[in-house]
């Protein structure tokens, strides 16, 4: 109630105190701009008991006033916001528009018939209404933010295939919905367009679907069944987040981009990803088919039965949040071969300790592993640091490292953002570290002396961006960013030919957009080239192989259209037949 007290305060406050140009039978109308002949039927005065004595209702698809007979086209804005009494509606096929707010808060307006000929509803036109059922005519072209939302009485609802502007939430927290039925050749499923409706059971996606919005199906927690379309390309954004009853998956033998497995396992057609785990699995050990490659985003999400998981070697990346928030899982043995670990991945899962990072992992994302038991483990913490095997993965986001810092002997991995925005005005990496993570130690503006270890091969982009080191002008040498042995950076306004000196390392991204410089000399010590490291030099044409050339990133040269520059590769191979091409 309080809900729509304050939409009916920001309502008023919207709206002219007369809206109207003339009244008949008891019905305000108001001429349309541009339209002499047309007229919306509006309200007679901001406030809330209008058309208060209105209870079943047929509009007129014809007015006449003064002898002049006007054609109802419209519903404005508001027209028959809380008429408390209105109970059953229909519109008349004259009428192609309803305008935002137009039945909002009609507690009693439980059956409308629309026109063949409306064309628009418009936001939150129907919200907090009492209606059971809803079949929207076939011409229903846009339904706007929250159309129905919050209608608790809603249990039907029919949706046709000419609507092709689907908004946000247009039927959120329509709670009794429980039977939706899609037309065939409907190609738009809102965001968030039926999340919280915690009725729905089964829902079937038409064939004519490529991709449902971000949440459309959000936290319907009774749905237990789903068959997607067969030309889904894949599953989206969270479209089943909060769904802890779904336990079945169905795809259509005919589709090229997804299928499931047996137990309900949603994959993509190759096999090679994992998209959806269903949350009402009660299964508590799950081991990922070997063939699987990459966990896709929020795959795992939110399950509470799981307990333990087993990542197979062949499995490259852990998705964005993928086993966040799985209370009880407890355990998870990730073999070597995992090299990605994303942000969130294992987020919340409070019981999960002992957490062994393989030594193939190059990449941690920022809070892959907060709020897990080893996590929320002081002892875990060292000089306010986590430190998880040989990955050091950073401060709280509360917490502030001053000072002196001395990275842990035996460091291999620094993850993501672990440092990002401390207090540090000095930093000591070990011997034996190998990968500092993106913007690990940036925005540290008082950091001004680093002593890098000789054993880094890789450099993530941004690692040092907006230290006091980077800041300071006298470090940068003809535009060039150095950090011993390493190049950082390179000011995208360097122009022409860069000659390089006892540089081992050139950091990812390190001459990203230099679009002017032509030529690049390395020094034959070069043995590592990060990720784009040549990313858009445009105008680049001569570079030459170090003869100590040991490994460089298969996209280093992403953007440079040069044909000889990609032969780069091949002659690197003959110099050193051990090369190592890393994947991107």
């Known amino acids: 109630m309080n809900k729509i007290i304050l939409s009916l305060f920001s ?30 039927i509006t309200y007679q005065k901001a406030s809330d008991d209008n058309y208060e004595d209105l209870n079943i209702f047929t509009l007129p698809e014809l007015v006449t006033f003064e002898e002049r007979t006007y054609r109802v ?12 009494n209105l109970s059953a509606i229909s519109i008349p096929v004259s009428v192609t528009t309803i305008e935002p707010h137009a039945f909002y808060g009609c507690s009693n307006l439980k059956s409308i018939k629309f026109s063949k000929k409306t064309s628009s ?65 409907l190609k738009v499923i809102g965001d968030y367009a039926f999340s919280g409706c915690k009725s729905i059971k089964t829902i079937v996606i038409p064939n004519s679907i490529k991709r449902p919005n971000v949440g459309a199906f959000a936290n319907c927690e009774q749905l237990e069944d789903v068959t997607l379309s067969a030309n889904m390309e ?78 197979p070697s062949n499995v490259k990346e852990i998705g964005i949040e993928a086993f966040a ?64 095997g040989d990955v050091m993965i950073g401060k709280a986001d509360d917490q502030q490292k001053s000072g002196t810092m001395n990275v842990r002997p035996g460091t291999r991995l620094i993850a993501d953002r672990a440092m990002e925005g401390s207090f540090l005005a000095e930093l000591i990496l070990p011997k034996g570290l190998e990968m500092i993570g993106e ?92 990720k784009r490291a040549f990313l858009n030099c445009s105008s680049l044409e001569i570079i030459n192989v170090p003869k100590k050339i040991v490994s460089i990133s298969e996209d280093a040269f992403e953007g440079v259209e040069n044909s000889d520059i990609q032969s780069f590769f091949e002659t690197a191979k003959q110099t050193n037949p051990r090369l190592h091409v890393t994947i991107k």
């Open 121 to 185: 509803i418009g936001k939150m036109a129907f919200a907090y209404s009492a209606l059971e059922d809803v079949v929207l005519p076939d011409g229903i072209t846009t339904l706007g933010d929250m159309a129905f939302a919050y209608c608790e009485k809603l249990k039907s609802v029919s949706l046709p295939n000419s609507i092709s502007k689907f908004g946000n939430n247009v039927f959120k927290d329509c709670t009794a919905l429980d039977n939706v039925r899609f037309a065939e050749g």
């Open 73 to 84: 086209t419209a519903i404005g804005k508001a027209a028959f916001a809380y008429a408390k």
């Open 234 to 311: 894949d599953l989206g954004v969270g479209v089943f987040e909060g769904c802890t009853m779904l336990s079945k998956i169905h795809i259509p033998a005919q589709s090229k981009y997804l299928k499931s497995t047996p137990d309900g396992v949603l994959l993509s057609a190759d096999g090679k990803s994992l998209f959806l785990y269903p949350k009402g699995r009660h299964d508590a050990e799950y081991t990922l088919p070997t063939n699987i490659e990459a966990i896709g985003a929020n795959a795992f999400g939110a399950n509470q039965y799981i307990t333990k998981v087993i990542v």
């Open 439 to 530: 913007r690990a130690f940036a925005d540290c503006a008082r950091l001004l002396t680093i002593t890098m270890s000789p054993t880094v091969v890789s450099i993530a982009p941004h690692a040092f961006d907006s230290t006091g080191y980077f800041n300071t002008d006298k470090n940068w040498k003809n535009g060039v960013l150095y950090l011993d042995k390493v190049l950082l950076r390179v000011d995208p306004e360097v122009e022409g030919k860069i000659k390089l000196k006892n540089v081992t390392l050139i950091a990812d991204e390190a001459f990203a957009n230099c679009k002017d410089v032509d030529e690049i000399k390395l020094n034959d010590a070069t043995m590592y080239i990060g």
């Open 325 to 388: 928030d799985c209370k009880n899982l407890k355990s998870v043995s990730m073999a070597e071969g995992v090299q990605i670990i994303r942000e969130g991945a294992f987020a919340n899962c409070s019981q999960l300790n002992g957490i062994t990072i393989p030594q193939s992992v190059w990449k941690v994302e920022k809070n892959a592993f907060k709020g897990t038991g080893d996590y929320n483990n002081k002892k875990n913490w060292k000089s306010r640091i986590l430190y998880i």
């Open 11 to 40: 309502l008023l406050l919207c709206l002219p105190l007369c809206a109207a140009d003339f009244t008949v039978d008891g019905l305000h109308f108001l001429v349309r701009e541009g339209a002499a002949d047309e007229v919306e």
